[in-house]
């Protein structure tokens, strides 16, 4: 499982429940920590004695990867701290100078708070979050940054769809639900075909109404066998976690998303698991479809895993510029 997790520091509250939650998932699975702060000096250029505010930041920062190094210690947890800057032009961003410190030490695992300086929207689509997520070739673990205590996810949830990229994420959350010994529930959720044939434009193909809804009918129940299949073979492919179990949903009139979350509610996950879509980058993802709805609205922490292929040929231009928040 993880052995060793990056854990970005900056001083906010979601930031701290993030490194909280990071420093008690790595002393259960027996990993150390790296603790990270990133100091951007272009935010100081303006002002008229730049390197006063620099060396202040400079102390800030190391400050608060001295309180986390406490608390590491305190924790019985290994760690090692690295203050670092967004300079030189190379690594331009917040997201590039962590992604540097991550792959310097052998990082498998970034943690890090939602809700940031801009609530979670903001952060998930347009800063140093989507970047992470972009740039990242580790799994990235979002924490909301509302919860009172770190949670132990007894209880972990992971959304399948037959995809390679929901294999990938099925693996990781099958191997992190043995490692920590918890439950976790395998869901498939079956779409509506009467929704897709309406956004597709395919409804006019049909001028009886009986024709179309014996078709509907078919077709739905063709789609239900096949969620049944793939759920059959995700329960099978689950070999650390002895508590697997599958949950098959039909969509109906809701978003997948939505079912996402009311299984999650009703299984009282603690996390959820999903996979990120190759090489589109985190927007394209999110934007209009289930991880954003799930992303944006559930309470849990979302782990995302992306498919490393994505990173051979990485396609940025929907991201903002480095650094934009």
């Not at 990133?38 to 990867?65: K, M, S």
Request: proline share 5%; net charge neutral.
């Amino acid at each position: 499982m993880y052995q060793r997790i990056l854990l970005p520091i900056d001083g906010s509250p979601p930031s701290e429940h993030a490194a909280a939650v990071g420093l008690a998932l790595a002393k259960r699975l027996g990993a150390s920590v790296v603790l990270v702060h990133v100091i951007e000096p272009q935010r100081y250029r303006e002002l008229r004695d730049v390197q006063e505010a620099l060396e202040r930041a400079r102390t800030v920062g190391r400050a608060l990867l001295e309180q986390w190094e406490r608390k590491a210690s305190r924790a019985q947890v290994a760690c090692t701290t690295q203050l670092t800057s967004t300079e030189p032009e190379s690594r331009p961003g917040v997201a590039e100078a962590l992604v540097d410190a991550g792959v310097a030490h052998g990082c498998d695992l970034v943690v890090m708070g939602t809700h940031g300086r801009t609530g979670l929207p903001r952060v998930l689509l347009g800063s140093v979050a989507e970047r992470m997520a972009r740039l990242a070739p580790v799994p990235l673990l979002l924490v909301r940054g509302d919860d009172t205590k770190p949670t132990l996810f007894k209880r972990i949830l992971v959304a399948i769809d037959g995809s390679s990229y929901s294999d990938l994420a099925l693996q990781h959350a099958d191997a992190l639900a043995g490692a920590l010994k918890a439950r976790l529930s395998v869901v498939y959720v079956v779409p509506d075909l009467t929704q897709l044939y309406v956004s597709a434009g395919r409804a006019w193909m049909f001028t009886d109404q009986a024709q179309l809804q014996a078709q509907l009918a078919q077709e739905q129940a063709r789609l239900r066998e096949q969620g049944e299949f793939i759920l059959r073979e995700a329960i099978q492919r689950c070999v650390h976690c002895k508590r697997a179990h599958a949950v098959l949903r039909e969509a109906g009139r809701h978003l997948i998303g939505e079912r996402i979350r009311e299984v999650a509610e009703e299984e009282k996950a603690e996390l959820i698991v999903m996979g990120t879509h190759g090489r589109t980058g985190l927007r394209k993802f999110l934007l209009g479809s289930v991880a954003e709805d799930v992303a944006q609205q559930a309470r849990q922490p979302i782990l995302l895993v992306r498919n490393p292929a994505a990173l051979t040929h990485p396609d940025e231009t929907h991201l903002p510029p480095p650094g934009e928040r």
